[in-house]
């Protein structure tokens, strides 16, 4: 595989006596697909703070790119080229899909015309064209984890942090996004996906992180994973580890 | 500048009235412990109460200090009418609007009882007003007007007496529970509205208490709500938003504060300290000097 | 509606405005129409210096004669001081007032002042300035100062409300074309996505700090700009009336309820407060206070039942305080 964009190594951090994220050091190819999962509470969301600069770590260090970006502000990383998607979806509630998403292509786009053409380009790729004149207040679940992608995507990352982007879809959606995805990561971009939908995981991560408990457990691809016994206890189950191997890539 | 025979009167009166501040503070503490608002009408209410007494002296000849069942009665109703009638309808139960509605509620107060009152400045004259106590520990002595050794006495007993409502009595319970998990709380058959207005009356009923402890040592006029608000928000933010022993240390300490600045500064720039406190404690700990929960 | 017509359509709005408000100016001569029209207009400027802050930044700040007094003060002390012609002290007002605006907005979005901490700083600011103000002599401490009566355009005084109904025109004109730029550049875009959420705007690249203050410096330098004007047209300020509440209330509630965060609502809503203020003293006489008690009502009303102010396209007041106060203090990243 390429050299990493992104890299971890051995970051630690607390919230009180709990230890959320514990000595966690992964590469993230440049040009991947990839994707880290685990059960609820393993502290995923907040791997994904401490790579964008939304919380410090204890211990250890971040690097983008080959900078150490340990500790550097989220606008920072953001426009290094690292956008980051939110488990809750943060719109902004009050004003429109295009000028969301303008708000990401403002990132490169000085003049206010030019981001809200690039808004309405970003919002052909994802599918939200009909509804730019929409208040984001008004879209649907699925429409409202698009607007996130689409704002993120409009900042033309070289990473994408994308958290839970499928939760809450029912399978049609799921169908739909999926291609999307894929799309974007064929683009050039590198994606990492914090996902629970172990279908998209199996059908579009080139290798994955499990984590449990705050630590890494097990990496390797799709197929690896859902076969590992640590995997399976922690988090998969048998049932759905069985079904997932009959499926594996 | 450190003589002793100057600070310890200095100390003392700002203890006397440091104790009036707490007591306006707990009031305060209260309001945002159970219904998390900021309230920025408790100035204003407390110099309806101020007016109030002013009224029932001058008007109905009741001394002040007899007046306090009344005063705190009539305070807590127009509390309990205001929460519910009023600040509950415009926030549509919602926290967010409510420091505007409190905004609007302490500018129609003052404005009324600056239509009613006119600006200037008026006092009352007791039997005791000039009386003065002599006080003399080991460390130092002083003369402490009686109304102010009243003021103290009173408020300590009245916190005192705040305190063991919130802890002891079922209301307490019941205040205690929406503060800490409102949706719990209504589970629970407990009505949150109604503890809310009573929560919001008995604030109010603390600033009947300290108009009546006030009024004798001090002055009222359609202004005075602003410098209390100030004075009471640097209490509670000092304190530890929700603290009750914060609001007692930090408004003794913050009285004490106001009468050294008045001491070295003079009047008006001895008023400075506080604000200047303020603003620090907000930059650099907003949670206080005692963080958590009464 | 494509969003390059909007923009021209507010222009256009706004070429207009002008023109038929300097026209009314030129043409009427009633000493009430031309006083009415002025003291409109400055209200207009006030809720529309509050409205960068507060509509589009999402930054309520209740102690906005701050800077709307430090404006006054260098424009008399200017005069009175340092015998500098009125036209030079009015931009050294605004330049000051936005010192000053910077100097409380570092302060206060360092340490990631939100909502209703943020409002009760500026009042305490507000409340500081207004206490040295009295107590120092070189502001001419309670007393206040007075400009000297010395007529002449060249000297800021006009034989009319006509001239300085012009004057503020300007002003507000400025501030108009400023808010139009908000609504129309990155730096609104930026401005009111940290409004709305200030987490997603600096997830995709937004500076919080810096923007906030760029808001709080345009914020200050308009209210400036109001306090100088005030000083031409009555030729005396003092503390209260510079730092006092009056003026940071009429900011506020002229905003909200025009509509805060548009183009039209702080005229809208200063329109309309001084009309009530207008019918209150001729149904009641001249008393003392009575406009506040009308602006409070109308406060609290607004609240009640039209957060989205008069024009019902303002930001809605409710939306604002999710991310209030309490999560003020972030984990510093």
Known sequence: MSTALLSLQGVTRSFGGLKAVHNVSLGVPDGSLTALIGPNGAGKTTLFALMSGFLLPDRGRIEFDGDDITGRSPHLNARAGMARTFQIVQPFAAQTVRENIAVGAHLHQGRRSMALAAAEAVAQQVGLASQLDKPAADLTVAGRKRLELARALATQPRLLLLDEVLAGLNPQEIAEMIPVVRAIARGGVTVLMIEHVMQAVMHLAQHVWVLAQGELIAQGSPAEVTGNAHVIEAYLGHGTAARLQGQAK | MFNLSILFPSVLNGLTTGAVYALIALGLTLIYGVLHIINFAHGAALMVALYGVYWLKTGMGIDPYLALPLMVMAMFALGYGLQRGVINRASHGKDENILLVTLGVSIVMENLALLAFKSDTRTIETAYTLTTVPIDIGIGQAMIALPKLVAFGGAVIASAILILIVTRTDLGRAIRAVAKEKHGAKLMGIDVEHVYAMSFGIGLACLGAAACLLLPAYYVNPQVGGGFVLVAFTIVVLGGMGSFAGALVGGLLIGVVESLGGLYLGESLGQIGIFAIFIVVLLLRPQGLFSGNS | MSSLSISLRERLSIAVFAGVVATLLWVLDSGVALNFIMMTLYAALLAQAWNVLGGFGGQFSFG??????????????????????????????????????????????????????????????????????????????????????????????????????????????????????????????????????????????????????????????????????????????????????????????????????????????????????????????????????????????????????????????????????????????
């Open chain 3, 64 to 333: 906005h004669a701050l800077f709307f007094g430090t404006g006054a003060y260098v424009q008399a002390m200017a005069q009175v001081h340092w015998g500098l012609n009125p036209w030079l002290a009015l931009p050294l007002g605004m330049v000051i007032s936005t010192a000053v605006g910077l100097f409380v907005g570092a302060l206060s979005f360092r340490y990631g002042l939100k909502g209703s901490y943020f409002a009760l700083v500026t009042l305490a600011f507000a409340e500081v300035f207004r206490i040295v103000a009295t107590s120092v002599p070189f502001t001419g401490a309670g007393v206040g100062l007075m400009v000297p009566l010395r007529e002449g355009v060249d000297n800021m005084q006009f034989a009319s409300r006509r001239g300085y109904g012009l004057l503020v025109l300007s002003l507000v004109v400025l501030a108009l074309c400023l808010t139009h730029w908000l609504r129309h550049s990155r730096f609104g875009a930026w401005l009111q996505a940290v409004r709305d959420n200030e987490d997603a705007a600096r997830a995709v690249g937004v500076n919080p700090f810096g923007i906030k203050l760029g808001a709080i410096a345009l914020s200050a330098a308009l209210m400036g700009s109001a306090g100088a004007f005030y000083v031409q047209v009555f030729q005396y300020i003092d503390p209260g009336i510079a730092y006092g509440p009056h003026t940071s209330v009429e900011a506020l509630v002229g905003a909200i309820v025009g509509g805060m965060g548009t183009l039209w609502g702080p005229v809208a809503g200063a329109l309309v407060l001084h009309v009530l203020a207008d019918l209150t003293r001729n149904l009641f006489g001249q008393l003392p206070g009575i406009n506040m008690v009308i602006y409070g009502m109308v406060l609290v009303l607004m609240v009640m039942f039209a957060p989205r102010g008069i024009t019902g396209t303002g930001q809605s007041i409710r939306r604002w305080w999710l991310r209030s106060d309490r999560d003020h203090k972030k984990e510093q990243a």
